[in-house]
């Protein structure tokens, strides 16, 4: 893995290069599409970005770079893009899972240092993925859903279906837990590229 500054340092050359050749695209440090209008222009663009590449050491790597469209959609910075949604991708969704899990073992206690721990990793989350564009709120649902079922099992020490009555919305309200739900189209080919 090459560090964003670094990255941002040595791809200069073909962003320049790009941009000459009249294509448009976006790149974070290694990370990088390039929209075209046919599928064509992409593997012309694909061609063009693996010889500058090459001029520079590097190359693109094989299993993540791919032509696609729009409708079919592809990842890119945590987000699964499409012509029907703009969400959260699974391995992000596994990686917010994950801090969520490491903080919520049963045998730990649902305190106030808890749930500012974990006001923390929701309000991460959601300022990156809330955005105004993104279609995550079904999503954020079932998430905030499966906090409060973790939270509840840390509760009563076990998993129940019966324990959603006994500790209600408002009682998470009351905790000051956030919430996820609560916080704030064409067929393009494009050329998916990791260098």
């Avoid at 209008?37 to 520079?56: D, F, G, I, N, S």
Wanted: with cysteine; net charge positive; glycine share 4%.
């Amino acid at each position: 893995m090459v560090s964003p500054l670094l990255a941002n340092i040595v791809l200069n050359y073909p962003d320049w290069q790009l941009d000459k050749h009249g294509y448009r695209f976006v790149r974070y440090a290694d990370d990088f599409v390039v929209p075209c209008q046919t599928k064509a222009q992409a593997e012309e663009a694909q061609t063009l970005v693996t010889h500058l590449l090459a001029l520079l050491g590097l190359h693109l790597s094989a299993e993540k770079t791919r032509i696609t469209t729009y409708a079919k959609g592809y990842s890119f910075l945590g987000f699964v893009m499409s012509a029907r949604s703009r969400r959260m991708r699974p391995k992000s969704q596994d990686k917010f899972k994950d801090k969520v899990r490491e903080l919520t073992v049963r045998k730990r206690n649902l305190d106030a240092e808890l749930i500012v721990e974990l006001n923390r990793v929701i309000q991460g989350a959601t300022n990156y993925f809330a955005t105004r564009w993104s279609t995550n709120r079904w999503l954020f649902r079932r998430l905030d859903s499966w906090i409060r079922r973790r939270l509840r099992c840390m509760k009563f020490k076990r998993f129940s279906y019966h324990h959603n009555h006994r500790m209600r919305l408002k009682q998470f309200a009351k905790l000051g837990l956030l919430s996820l739900a609560g916080q704030p189209q064409d067929d393009r080919r494009i050329l998916r590229a990791y260098a």
